[in-house]
């Protein structure tokens, strides 16, 4: 991938365009104005309030009764975790499919045209550094984390009971579930977030905060004490969302260096790797978005890039390539029914608790901090470009990696490799093992954690800048003590929750701080239609239209 400049124009779009049509001077005017964006001071003028302090304040009695009573915190949170699964597992499945027929009906409507910011607003960034800030920064650590171990799960134990382990209709059934899990689901719960604030903030000019963009239907509640409970609820979710990456990093560094080095991986050993991490992506983030989080993304794409091409390359390459094309016609296929299948027994509730439910809330608690980084690197974009780059291109891309790494893990398992055992008694084992059975294992290892350590501090660094930003009034120049503050707390948490049960502390953290936000979702969700029916320049196009007919 090449470094493009930052603020290397697009290309102007032809004449007679729909990108080109402009709308009514009046209309044009009041968007302009509305989209006025805060001035390169608004860290002075928006100074951390009530929000900042309420938010530090429980993360850091949070970390205090993890750290004096860890077991009764583990209890509760175990204990919590279930009864939400059994009552209100159904949510995490019926809310993002409601995502991605939003996003599909503002880019196909007349909405698709409006941009996310005046009309005659062009994109900061290329097309190509804003697909790799967009790829990198938001689910990087989840390509190696779950690339092999997730394909490789569903392969041994199939899903629901709809194949024989083991087989070829396993390996589909695996490629489906994972696509599922990575594809359209999660990136349309971003796409909703990152499209309403986004057009919140460069087009009527509002801070980049959660509470603001509900005011067409909570109103002047927003200005009070229910608007800041929103923006610490969103932090809340932000918070143990990152912390979850942060813990999945730490397992997959842990892992790279006992397969390299053959350091054990150990608590301690990952409570180390967490502090080095912590420090590293809390200095990235004071470099801005412009700097460290743009070249750190496209690096880690391009390294992405070369993983998986070797792993196609070397590995087996036909049998991968017939296997994409059956999983996603499958998928296609069976797309409605996947999007609904919810447990019908123990097994299949305890089944979906540990990937479907886990997943797809995971991607909630993680939608504020995606959707303010969307918002931040998308002005100028239509909503029809917007939707196509944050819906089509990630998900296709996932599709295509997840199926390289997994389906030639599944396939040398099949041969005689022990990648399944691997597997199945360690997920964080999974990616190394498959590398350990193709050519330059050890070259291939060293470089996969370079590469995790880079995804990280390319996602934890976003998620650090927008944690200040949500605390700062939704400034976006966040001041540097405040985002200290966050790297600090992000890494003290993570380390707490692997003390208090490791890995599954951290997903159950996630899935609790997602319940209430998942009700913030559905409002965000109506508020952005009522806020798009009532923009100027729709309203002057269907006038326009009007006045054509006769009518």
């Excluded at 350091?263 to 409570?271: F, V």
């Excluded at 470099?287 to 460290?292: D, Q």
């Excluded at 990648?419 to 498959?434: K, Q, R, V």
């Excluded at 003590?481 to 003290?492: D, E, K, N, Y």
Aim: charged letters at 10%; aromatic letters at 12%; hydrophobic letters at 50%.
């Amino acid at each position: 991938m090449t470094m493009l400049d930052n603020h290397e124009p697009e290309p102007e779009p032809a004449p007679g365009s729909e990108a080109d049509s402009e709308p009514d001077p009046a209309a044009i005017t009041t968007d302009t104005q509305l989209a006025a964006a805060p001035d390169a001071d608004s860290a002075r003028h928006n100074p951390v309030g009530a929000v900042f302090f309420w938010s530090v304040a429980f993360v850091i009695a949070f970390v205090i009764w993890a750290t004096v009573s860890p077991d009764s915190l583990g209890d509760i949170m175990t204990t919590a975790m279930t009864a939400v699964s059994s009552s209100f597992g159904w949510i995490y499945l019926v809310v993002p499919f409601a995502a991605i027929v939003m996003l599909v009906w503002s880019a196909a409507s007349r909405f698709g045209r409006i941009r996310l910011g005046s009309a005659d607003s062009r994109p900061e960034f290329t097309t190509m550094s804003w697909l790799a800030m967009i790829l990198a920064a938001v689910m990087g650590i989840g390509l190696v984390s779950y690339g092999v171990a997730e394909p490789m799960s569903h392969f041994m134990v199939p899903p629901h009971g709809l194949a024989q382990p083991e087989t070829m209709d396993a390996a589909v059934r695996a490629m489906q579930f994972s696509y599922l899990d990575w594809g359209f689901q999660a990136w349309a719960i971003f796409g909703v977030f990152g499209l309403a604030i986004g057009y919140s903030t460069h087009r009527k000019g509002r801070p980049a905060l959660v509470s603001t963009m509900l005011r067409p239907v909570l109103g002047r509640l927003v200005d009070g004490w229910v608007g800041k409970v929103i923006d610490i609820l969103t932090i809340i979710a932000t918070l143990f969302g990152t912390t979850t990456s942060l813990g999945l990093g730490a397992s997959q560094i842990g892992e790279g260096l006992n397969a390299v080095f053959g350091i054990d991986t150990t608590i301690m050993l990952q409570i180390v790797v967490v502090g080095v991490l912590t420090l590293l992506f809390t200095g990235s983030a004071f470099t801005g978005v412009s700097r460290g989080i743009r070249y750190i993304s496209q690096i880690t794409l391009t390294m992405a890039t070369l993983l998986g091409l070797f792993v196609f390359i070397t590995g087996p390459s036909g049998f991968v390539a017939n296997l994409f094309v059956r999983s996603v016609g499958s998928f296609a296929g069976d797309f409605l029914k996947l999007s609904f299948m919810t447990p019908s027994s123990a097994s299949d509730s305890e089944w979906m608790l540990g990937w479907t439910y886990f997943m797809m809330a995971w991607w909630l608690s993680w939608s504020a901090f995606v959707g303010i980084f969307l918002a931040k690197i998308s002005k100028g974009r239509t909503i029809r470009q917007f939707v196509a780059g944050v819906l089509l291109v990630p998900s296709a891309v996932f599709f295509v990696w997840f199926t390289i790494m997994g389906g030639s893990a599944m396939k040398l398992d099949m041969d005689g490799a022990t990648i399944g055992e691997a597997t199945a008694s360690n997920l964080d084992t999974a990616f190394f093992s498959l590398l350990n059975e193709l050519p330059l294992s050890l070259l291939t290892s060293v470089f996969t954690i370079i590469m995790v350590i880079l995804f990280f501090v390319s996602s934890a660094d976003s998620n650090t800048f927008v944690l200040s930003s949500l605390s700062s009034r939704g400034s976006f120049n966040p001041s540097r003590p405040v985002i200290a503050t966050w790297g600090f707390l992000t890494g003290a948490c993570a380390i707490v929750l692997l003390f208090v049960g490791g890995l599954q502390a951290l997903q159950q953290a996630a899935m609790l701080s997602a319940v209430p936000f998942t009700i913030i979702v559905i409002i965000l969700g109506i508020a952005l239609i009522r806020e798009l029916r009532n923009d100027h320049q729709v309203i002057e196009e269907v006038a326009r239209e009007r006045r054509a007919l006769g009518l």
